[in-house]
Nanobody, 124 residues
Framework: VQLQASGGGLVQPGGSLRLSCVAS????????MGWFRQAPGKERKFVAA??????????GDSVKGQGRFTISRDNAKSTVYLQMISLKPEDTAVYYC????????????????WGQGTLVTVSS
């Protein structure tokens, strides 16, 4: 099982990034896929998740209601995405993708598989 995240980097405040995570070694079609992030010196937090078909999405407290982050998935490509716009310095973190066999999972301990993370730095 492997989750390979990519797309992180350095971006200026107000900029955009799209993170990708390619899954292999399991059938992603039957897993809730999520993104978490961990800022320096802080605990890992839930960002967003998408249901098996992508019809339902869930947002974490840090991004809910802001409309800046959008999660999506392409099961044919075994890939989950996190589109981020209007980035702020406080969005700086390592972003992890994860897979859960629990429908609608939003808690870390519900996720069985984790990727290695991709660093997003928002700075001028």
């Amino acid at each position: 099982v492997q989750l390979q995240a990519s797309g992180g980097g350095l971006v200026q405040p107000g900029g955009s990034l799209r993170l990708s995570c390619v899954a292999s070694g399991f059938n992603m079609n039957t897993y809730t896929m999520g993104w978490f992030r961990q800022a320096p010196g802080k605990e890992r937090k839930f960002v967003a998740a998408t249901s098996w078909t992508g019809r339902r999405t869930y947002g974490g407290d840090s991004v809910k209601g802001q409309g800046r982050f959008t999660i999506s998935r392409d099961n044919a490509k075994s890939t989950v995405y996190l589109q981020m716009i209007s980035l702020k310095p406080e969005d700086t973190a390592v972003y992890y993708c994860a897979a859960s066999s629990s429908y609608g999972a939003t808690a870390m301990d519900e996720y069985e598989y984790w990727g290695q993370g991709t660093l997003v730095t928002v700075s001028s």
